[in-house]
């Protein structure tokens, strides 16, 4: 069973603090880690997406209230880029070969990743930050996507060249 998968446990989680207008309740999905491949924990909350990390000291627990939360595990979600998930589905999907730049796709056959079925539940951020980073067409209601390499390039300077500026 997944470490989340306890919901009668209660559990210390530091991450950002939305704004009430939301409808309070986010989703945490099991997706693959961008760089090693291996599943990761996220948690979509209000159209935006956070990474899970969890840390645990040899010995330490939480007062909360009234409860004592024995184990002093802290999880925290941190924002990431959407973008920075999605790339590699994106780009297996466009099924590149040497010089062709790959085929165009729709969006629910790039995001069906078998195993991997919270990537369904991205399909609105992924529609919107998935532009920066593609080229589209869009045949009467169906769009449809293929990653492009130059725009991946331009995107990935502009957040290295932001991140600098910090």
């Known amino acids: 069973m997944a470490w989340w998968g306890d919901a009668d446990e209660t559990r210390v989680l530091i991450a950002p603090d939305h704004d009430t207008n939301g409808n309070g309740s986010g989703n945490v999905l099991s997706l693959r880690h961008p760089k090693t491949g291996n599943k990761a924990c996220y948690l979509y909350f209000d159209e935006e997406l956070l990474e899970l990390h969890w840390f645990k000291q040899s010995y330490g627990s939480w007062f ?34 040497k010089d062709d730049p790959g085929k165009f796709r729709q969006l629910d056959e790039i995001l069906y990743v078998q195993g991997y079925e919270g990537y369904q539940q991205l399909a609105s951020i992924a529609e919107k930050s998935m532009q920066i980073v593609c080229d589209f067409k869009e045949v009467g209601s169906a769009k449809f996507f293929r990653l492009n390499d130059s725009k991946v390039l331009r995107w990935l300077s502009y957040k290295v060249s932001s991140s600098c500026n910090l």
Do not use: S
């Not at 925290?76 to 994106?90: E, N, R, S």
């Open 64 to 97: 909360l209230g009234d409860y004592v939360c024995e184990d002093g595990r802290l999880y925290t979600a941190t924002p990431v880029d959407p973008v920075f998930i999605l790339l590699p589905i994106f780009d297996e999907a466009r099924m590149k070969k």
